[in-house]
C-alpha cells in the first residue's frame, strides 16, 4: 500500500506544555482514517503540523511524500482541508466560492470551467449557482464545502469535525461523497466526535492527552476493548485523561 502520511515521534510542545507527543503512525492512499480523541486529545494540534501549518517540535513525519520541515508549501498544494467553522466564504455566491477556492488551488481556467460544471451537476446544484451560500441550508454548504476541499484532486483532505450541526439524513449522504473521493484514490484524513461516523472509517486512532492510545480497524478495537461500540471503547480510553481544553 501507499503511505501517504508518514510521522515519528511527531511532537509539538508549548513551553512546558507538550500539546502532542511523539505520535507515530502510517495512513494509506485512499484510506479514510479517522482521528478521535477527547476535547483537549491534541487532536487539532496534530493536524495544523500535518497540514505543514505549524512547525513540530521534534520527531519526523512525510506529508504526501514531502518533508514536513523543508517542503510545507509543497505539503499544502497537495492536501484538501475543510472545517466545521469555516470553508466558504457566505458573502459570495456558489459558483464565485468555486472559482476562488479552485485559483487558489492553481487550476487554470479551462480546469475550473471543466471541474465547476461537473461540481454543479454532481451536487444537483444548477437553480443555485447564483444564490449566496450563506442563503443554503447547512447540509448544501457542507457538501460543497467537501467538493471545493477536493476539486484540485489532491491526494490528502483533511476534515476537521466536517458534520457538526448536521442532521443525521445529511450526515449519512455526506459520507458517500466522502466513499466516493476514496475510492478515487484520495486520503481521507477526518476527526469526528459522533462515535457511529467512526464505524465508517478503515482504521481508527485514539488519542488521550496528546499520545495515541489504540490504532486499529473499529472491528479489532471493539474486540479489544470487549465492546459492542465505539462509544464504549471511546468512553474506556478517555475515562484515564487528565486534561481538557
Known amino acids: 500500500m501507499d503511505t501517504v502520511i508518514h510521522t515519528t515521534k511527531l511532537t509539538k510542545r508549548f513551553g512546558s506544555f507538550i500539546a502532542a507527543n511523539e505520535i507515530t503512525f502510517d495512513v494509506y492512499r485512499g484510506e479514510i482514517f479517522g482521528f478521535l ?9 496534530a493536524m495544523r503540523m500535518l497540514c505543514g501549518l505549524s512547525k513540530p517540535s521534534s520527531g519526523t513525519a512525510a506529508i504526501a511524500g514531502f518533508d514536513i520541515y523543508k517542503q510545507t508549501e509543497e505539503i ?4 484538501g482541508y475543510m472545517s466545521q467553522k469555516f470553508s466558504l466564504y457566505e458573502d459570495l455566491t456558489v459558483l464565485e466560492n468555486i472559482r476562488f477556492f479552485g485559483g487558489i488551488y492553481g487550476l487554470s481556467d479551462k480546469q475550473l470551467k471543466e471541474k465547476s460544471e461537473q461540481l454543479i451537476a454532481t451536487l444537483g ?8 451560500v450563506g442563503a443554503l441550508p447547512l447540509g448544501w454548504k ?3 464545502s467537501f467538493s471545493v476541499a477536493i476539486l484540485h484532486e489532491p491526494k490528502i483532505v483533511f476534515l476537521d469535525e466536517p458534520t457538526g450541526g448536521v442532521d443525521p439524513v445529511t450526515r449519512r449522504q455526506f459520507w458517500d461523497l466522502i466513499y466516493e473521493a476514496a475510492d478515487n484514490g484520495i486520503t481521507v484524513f477526518v476527526t469526528t466526535h459522533y462515535m457511529d461516523e467512526a464505524e465508517y472509517c478503515n482504521r481508527i486512532s485514539m488519542m488521550v492527552d496528546g499520545e495515541i492510545k489504540a490504532l486499529n480497524t473499529p472491528a479489532k478495537l471493539k474486540q479489544q476493548y470487549s465492546a459492542t461500540s465505539m462509544d464504549e471503547v471511546f468512553y474506556e480510553l478517555a475515562r484515564g485523561a487528565k486534561r481538557s481544553e
Open 37 to 45: 480523541g477527547a476535547n483537549g486529545a491534541g487532536k487539532t494540534t
Open 76 to 79: 499544502k498544494k497537495n492536501i
Open 125 to 132: 446544484m444548477k437553480n443555485e449557482t447564483k444564490k449566496m
Open 142 to 144: 457542507q457538501k460543497l
